[in-house]
């Protein structure tokens, strides 16, 4: 653990020397721990094995601590292992994002591994706000996330994923992908998830899957309410035939104590992973100012 004595002076890395390839992949682990400083959020825990890691925070809007999630071999393959933990103590607020895309390459046999593990303390709020994953044809990754929401927590993330790249050809034939979301706020259990996508399957094309479409989303509001669902959907319907969009709040309607609400759910199909990013940002500049009580004050990166 690393302090930090004051809001101007954030932790340094806690580095552990980065091990050498092994014959069954890479392994990269990052930690992370935000905590409420005197003025803003601060960094207090920092700590990585192997290439992956965040070199330093930002603070554009004051108190939130906006972090650059980095890896530097730029891609992902077959035995490699991936994984982020990360907490935001109590009234702290952490913003997460990554400068480029994932990539998830052709795999010999071998599968890729991404584990997430986020919590949110008691009061805080996180923005969990990657770039698109691109899984190319023969990849073989399974993508875990959990998140776990303590009372009056504030969550906003998404997870993009792109099958192959259509543009240069590559319709994702081959390869598979496991995905798995788990949201939890206290010992209330309010999303698990699994989706097999299968290189080639039906469930690519089908009007009850894909639809063809290769560029899928995921984004969770918590807490969610009826007014942001409303919202949601009105801004979906001027996006016409693509992204498409549906969204579903979990667990609202029978929650009487406001202050708990619901989970909003929302998914997204695309055929352009442009048209993908375009409509997550305005569902974020919409949900922000909801969810988190501030305005939306977009990471630097994204205009870059």
């Known amino acids: ?31 992370l721990g935000f905590e409420s400083g005197s003025c803003r959020t601060v960094l207090r825990h920092r700590r990585h094995y192997g290439p992956l890691r965040v070199q330093r925070t ?59 593990h986020f919590r949110v303390g008691d009061g805080a709020a996180l923005e969990w706000l990657p770039a698109l994953n691109i ?34 050809g590559d319709h994702f034939e081959q390869g598979s992908c496991d995905l798995a979301l788990e949201v939890d706020a206290g010992e209330r259990r309010l999303l698990r998830e699994r989706l097999h996508l299968e290189g080639g399957g039906a469930l690519l094309q089908a009007p009850w899957g894909l639809q063809g479409r290769r560029y899928l989303a995921t984004l969770i509001a918590s807490p969610g309410t009826g007014e942001m669902l409303d919202a949601l959907r009105d801004q979906a319907a001027g996006d016409r035939t693509d992204p498409v969009m549906g969204c579903t709040l979990l667990g609202g309607a029978a929650i009487a104590d406001v202050q708990e609400g619901g989970l909003l759910a929302c998914r997204w199909l695309a055929h352009s992973g442009e048209a993908l990013w375009e ?26």
């Open 58 to 116: 930002f603070h554009p809007e004051g108190d939130p601590c906006h972090s650059y999630l980095l890896h530097p071999p730029g891609g992902v393959v077959g035995g490699d292992t991936i994984e982020i933990d990360v907490g935001s103590a109590a009234g702290a607020h952490a913003l997460i994002t990554t400068p480029a895309a994932g990539k998830f390459y052709r795999s010999a046999g071998e599968t890729a591994r991404q584990r997430q």
């Open 135 to 168: 899984l190319h044809a023969g990849a073989r990754a399974a993508l875990h996330s959990r998140f776990d929401i303590a009372p009056g927590g504030r969550l906003l993330a998404w997870d993009l994923l792109g099958l192959g790249r259509p543009g240069s």
């Open 279 to 304: 409509a997550m940002i305005r569902a974020w500049f919409l949900l922000r100012p909801l969810v988190m009580g501030r305005p939306a004050s977009a990471p630097r990166i994204w205009s870059t």
């Open 1 to 31: 653990m690393i302090q930090a004595p004051s809001c101007q002076s954030p932790a340094t890395a806690d580095a552990h020397p980065s091990p050498e390839p092994r014959a069954d992949g890479w392994r990269a682990r990052l930690e």
